[in-house]
């Protein structure tokens, strides 16, 4: 499995086209018939890639697809056979293009979504729709070049699939959360954040690109920096009578979101009452002890591990994990 603002659209958008004469019309400047009659040819094409359905994509296919369907379909068609996604989605770009040269290769950038994407114009009009099909563990954005000679017929020319983010995010929203973290004081984590949007654009794939990864490192070497000079690890929890010992301070990924976990070694029994209070203290001195990350989550993951003789002259870990949950 790979790794999981505002201005007005017309405002954001950036348009390169080495074609004077091509038309490009912008998400909800597009004619809403045009858009009733795409929605429609995509609700037909998730259907068929939910069931597999031969005849669908027949009725809505270009001759050259209809031809080739195996292969135009195969590197979709495995998200839905597999049930990676239950066809659920949502609108997250369109373009109409019109007068674009056959053969010709173009280019739209999104400032505002942070990405660039190419196509081939392969017939007088072309309808490029976005779809991001969310998922527990990422979500996919669906990417489907309808073409048409100009009659108002659309047919499937090209469909494209790749990860894109997770919790609706890509990697651009993911390097914009981090700034936003950073803003309020919360530098952890902003860090990780700022990490995630880094392995993100790494998972892209196709004719699709979140062009993050360098500004969203540096951003993370700044913030390592500033972590790095405030905090020391290992760090010894004098105010707890057992004393243990923070290795790392991160994050855990779970359904609902991201959330703050402290990893640490204990020098009591894994499955002793003791260890349970003492992760009851520990959960109450943590959030002080490291401002720079919210606490105030709806979870908060307390990993307490230990370092025992393996009997062969080597050690072994145990770990448990402790789950606190807000009321």
């Not at 400047?29 to 005849?55: C, E, G, R």
Request: proline fraction near 4%; charge should be neutral.
């Amino acid at each position: 499995m790979k790794r999981i603002f505002t201005l007005l659209f017309l405002a954001v958008l950036t348009l390169t086209s080495c074609n004077d004469d091509e038309k490009i019309i912008l998400s909800d400047k597009i004619d809403q018939k045009v858009q009733d009659v795409i929605k429609s040819k995509n609700d037909s094409l998730i259907k068929a890639m939910m069931t597999s359905d031969m005849h669908i994509y027949k009725a809505l296919g270009t001759e050259d697809f209809k031809k080739n369907i195996p292969s135009r379909t195969r590197n979709v068609s495995w998200a839905f056979r597999k049930q990676y996604t239950n066809g659920t989605y949502k609108v997250y770009d369109q373009y109409h293009i019109i007068d674009g040269i056959k053969t010709k290769r173009s280019e739209i950038t999104s400032i505002g979504k942070g990405y660039t994407f190419k196509w081939t114009n392969v017939s007088k009009e072309t309808y490029i729709s976005m779809l991001k099909l969310p998922f527990v563990l990422q979500d996919y954005l669906l990417i489907l070049q309808y073409t048409s000679d100009g009659s108002g017929k659309w047919q499937i020319h090209r469909m494209d699939i790749t990860p894109v983010g997770r919790y609706d995010l890509t990697p651009y929203d993911f390097l914009a959360e981090a700034k936003k973290l950073q803003k309020k004081g919360l530098n952890l984590d902003a860090y990780y954040y700022a990490g995630t949007a880094i392995e993100w654009s790494k998972d892209i794939e196709g004719d699709i690109v979140f062009d993050v990864a360098g500004d969203a490192q540096d951003f993370k070497d700044e913030l390592a920096d500033v972590l790095n000079e405030k905090y020391r690890f290992p760090k010894e929890v004098t105010q707890i009578a057992s004393k243990p010992v923070i290795t790392e301070v991160t994050v855990k990924t779970a359904v609902e979101g991201v959330f703050p976990m402290i990893v640490y070694k204990t020098k009591l029994p894994i499955d002793s009452p003791a260890l349970e209070k003492e992760y009851e203290e520990l959960r109450r001195v943590a959030p002080r002890m490291f401002p720079d990350m919210d606490f105030t989550k709806k979870y908060a993951f307390y990993l307490a591990t230990q370092d025992l003789p393996d009997g062969l002259g080597g050690q072994k870990q145990e770990v448990k994990e402790f789950k606190y949950k807000r009321e």
